[in-house]
């Protein structure tokens, strides 16, 4: 009972370190109440199982973004997190990079690829539900500019007018969104960018910072990613 007892407390403050280091960085507003107690009550006992780094991880991001904004997290994904054996929640982290704050997951520009059982286990876990699409089309001028981050990144694409471009993608659960927004991981341009220029609709890729004003978008200080289609040919 003993160990026990240490194992939990050890565990609690793994996670409550990693909740403070995040907190450092984006601190909360000062009027904030913080979480609920049920929420916080329901946290702690899921939390004191968190033996691993990566659990740990998850567990203390959740509990800062709840710090920041109450209510935000729900108690269904830190339920979620408690479930998550340490192999799928390396595979998590490993498709965080592709996934999108509006709950798309691209796992066709994922690299190296999942395969088939890691596909699934990911979707037995309840993240997402796999083998869907996800589609894109190009304005009338041929133009395409979208953000896969809540920031001010983002990447225009030009290619054929009016047509699609289609990814194979999957769709990430309550559970998965949460984690999409709190563990927050980079998305990859790059590998977006090869992907698409790997398509006959798509010519050019840009990277850049996003501009919005009323009903115009623009990308401002365009960085090419990667050669034209043609040239990279």
Known sequence: MVARSYRSQTNREAVAAVAVEDLQTTPPSPGTEGPSDDWMNRFERYAEDAS???????YGKLLA?????????????????????????????????????????????????????????????GFW???????????????????????????????????????????????????CNTVIRDFDYQAFADFALSKPEVDEVHLGQIQREKDTVELTSPIQLFPTRKESQ
Do not use: W
């Not at 691993?52 to 998850?58: A, H, I, K, T, V």
């Not at 479930?83 to 709950?103: F, H, K, W």
């Not at 066709?108 to 395969?115: E, G, N, V, Y």
């Open 52 to 58: 691993s780094e990566d659990l740990r991880m998850m």
């Open 65 to 125: 973004s709840e710090i920041r904004e109450p209510g935000k997290i729900a108690p269904t994904t830190v339920h979620f997190v408690s479930m998550l054996d340490t192999e799928t929640a390396q595979l998590i982290e490993r498709v965080l990079p592709v996934c999108s704050p509006d709950g798309v997951a691209m796992t066709a520009i994922l690299h190296p690829k999942l395969s088939i059982p890691e596909t699934t286990y990911i979707e037995q876990s």
């Open 129 to 179: 539900t796999a083998e869907k699409t996800f589609s894109m089309t190009f304005s009338e001028d041929g133009l395409i500019i979208r953000s896969f981050k809540n920031d001010s990144r983002g990447v225009a694409l030009r290619g054929k007018p009016n047509s699609k471009l289609t990814v194979e993608a999957a769709v990430l659960s309550r559970a998965g969104r949460d984690l």
